[in-house]
Structures are given as structure tokens and as C-alpha cells.
């Protein structure tokens, strides 16, 4: 049975890092939330190591310039391990070919396509029209504000020919503050259920647990499993991610599911029992907001 914890550090003493989600754990996709940085930066100075693993498709030196934007102090993390890595990484391997059709905001994702120098032979990425593609490289809706349904011809037509889709941010949605976006993972998941083959790098999704793990062996010995703490608001990323790779998880109630969750300061107890039945997901704890 989930357990309705007050403050993280009720149970951090028996975990010696966290992988903690940021969109609506740290940040509200504007600025910083408070109470989240100094509980991290609390955890690190008793010697804790945090490891922020986020379904963003930056590479991580994107994210961090994205998190000194919010206003994320530096010294409440130590490392970083993004969906765009991990994506990055299974594209410049060919996974779904070199000639490949963009979906995104190119202005924000850019970066995507920057060399990475630690991968043997990478293959030359071109991108081109959907007609001449060998497969597609998703970061998001084109417009994060529109259905996804309107890509749902270009989709079809990319089934047709055969094409992988690799999804680089498995999040079907985000809050912007009090703004609701799409995000790529709505557009992998339609082209999916149209039959098409999406490739995932992010949570819930193994890839992006091993490059947490990497991370986090940089630092020094790796701990157990049972040491570790995944930390998150997204119940069919975050939690089930972490209940497939078998390490506890802290569910954030008052982030996409407060609605359902009836959140104020903390989750009304009834109706989070309700929803974790429903959804048949299990988190170790939950809290209303990372403090």
C-alpha cells in the first residue's frame, strides 16, 4: 500500500540517490519550485546524490542551461540523464535511418542533431521531406498547443511507407505553469495505435534507467537498487518506470493528476486510493509536493 509521506526526508535516510523527474517536481515549466530545490539541496548536503532524469529531449547540457533559466540552483543536483541522450544516441546509430523527417520546433531543438562524439562510426543524419525519409525523428508536436490529430494524415502516410518513428520525450503532456502542452509521446502513441512502430528512449522506458545508472556510476559506486529512489508526478512514466526496474518511487500528486487526486497540500487519501486501483500502479510513497 502506498504510503502518504509529509516531508522527503521521512524516508530519504534509507537511499543514497534520487532519480528525480523535473517538469513538475522541480520546475513548473516557468520557474522554480522552492520547497523542491531545498529539499534536494537538504539531501545533498547529508550526502545524498541526485540525479535528474527528465523525459526532455535536450541533451543535458540543454537542460541545464533550461534549469538556470527556471531558476534551479545548481547545487540542488549532480547530474543529469535526458531522454535526448538517450534518443540522440539510438539516432546517430541508424536506428531508424539517416534520411530522416524532423517534427518539433526546430528553433528549440536544434540541438537534437549535434554530433555526439563519444559514439563509434555515427551515421550522417540528413533531414528531409517526409517523401524522400527513411524514418522520423519526433521531439514534439510542431505546435505543442494543437491536437495531435492533425498530424494524423502525414502519420498514415508515414505507416504506409514503413517508417520508425523514434520518440524522444515520452510525455504525452506537460504543465507550462498553468498551461497544458503536448508533447511528443501523444504523437508516438497515435502513430502507434494506427499501427505504425514507435521507438522509445525516456520513461518508463529501460534506456533512459541504465543512462541514469551510467550517471550516476560516474560519481562513484553504484548502490543497490533497494538505495535508490525514483522521484516523479507522472504516474505511467516516472512510477511505472521505476516499478520496472524495481527500485521505490515517491509519487508527486499535486502535479498532472491533482485534479484526480484532489491535491491541495497533500492528496485526498480516498481519491488517490481510487486512482492507483484504477490505473493499477503501486508507488512506494506519495506526496502533494517534493518538500
Request: aromatic share 8%; glycine share 10%; with cysteine.
Amino acid at each position: 500500500m502506498t504510503r502518504i509521506i509529509d516531508n522527503l526526508f521521512q524516508v530519504s535516510d534509507k537511499y543514497d540517490a534520487l532519480f528525480v523527474d523535473l517538469w513538475g517536481c522541480v520546475h513548473d515549466g516557468v520557474r522554480a519550485l522552492p520547497e523542491a530545490v531545498a529539499a534536494l539541496q537538504q539531501y545533498r548536503t547529508n550526502g545524498g546524490k541526485v540525479v535528474l532524469v527528465t523525459n526532455s529531449p535536450k541533451p543535458r547540457a540543454g537542460v541545464a542551461v533550461q534549469l538556470d533559466g527556471f531558476g534551479v540552483p545548481r547545487d540542488s543536483w549532480d547530474t543529469i540523464a535526458s531522454s535526448g541522450d538517450s534518443a540522440r544516441a539510438a539516432m546517430f546509430r541508424g536506428v531508424v535511418g539517416e534520411k530522416v523527417l524532423f517534427m518539433g520546433e526546430w528553433q528549440r531543438d536544434e540541438e537534437f542533431f549535434e554530433p555526439i562524439h563519444v559514439i563509434e562510426d555515427p551515421v550522417s543524419i540528413e533531414r528531409v521531406s517526409l517523401e524522400q525519409a527513411e524514418g522520423i525523428v519526433c521531439c514534439g508536436p510542431d505546435d505543442p498547443m494543437a491536437d495531435p490529430e492533425v498530424e494524423r494524415g502525414r502519420l498514415l502516410y508515414a505507416k504506409q511507407k514503413g517508417l520508425k518513428l523514434l520518440c524522444a520525450n515520452p510525455d504525452i503532456v506537460v504543465d507550462r505553469g498553468e498551461v497544458r502542452e503536448w508533447c511528443a509521446g501523444a504523437l508516438a502513441r497515435l502513430y502507434t495505435e494506427m499501427g505504425g512502430e514507435s521507438l522509445y528512449f525516456g520513461k518508463p522506458h529501460p534506456p533512459i534507467y541504465d543512462l541514469a545508472r551510467r550517471r550516476l556510476g560516474e560519481m562513484g559506486a553504484l548502490p543497490p537498487e533497494s538505495r535508490i529512489l525514483a522521484i516523479g508526478d507522472g504516474l505511467h512514466t516516472d512510477i511505472q518506470g521505476a516499478m520496472g526496474e524495481d527500485i521505490d518511487s515517491l509519487y508527486i500528486t499535486g502535479g498532472l493528476a491533482r485534479d484526480i487526486t484532489k491535491t491541495s497540500h497533500q492528496p485526498d487519501k480516498n481519491a488517490l486510493s481510487t486512482y492507483l486501483q484504477t490505473e493499477m500502479i503501486s508507488p512506494t510513497y506519495a506526496i502533494g509536493q517534493l518538500r
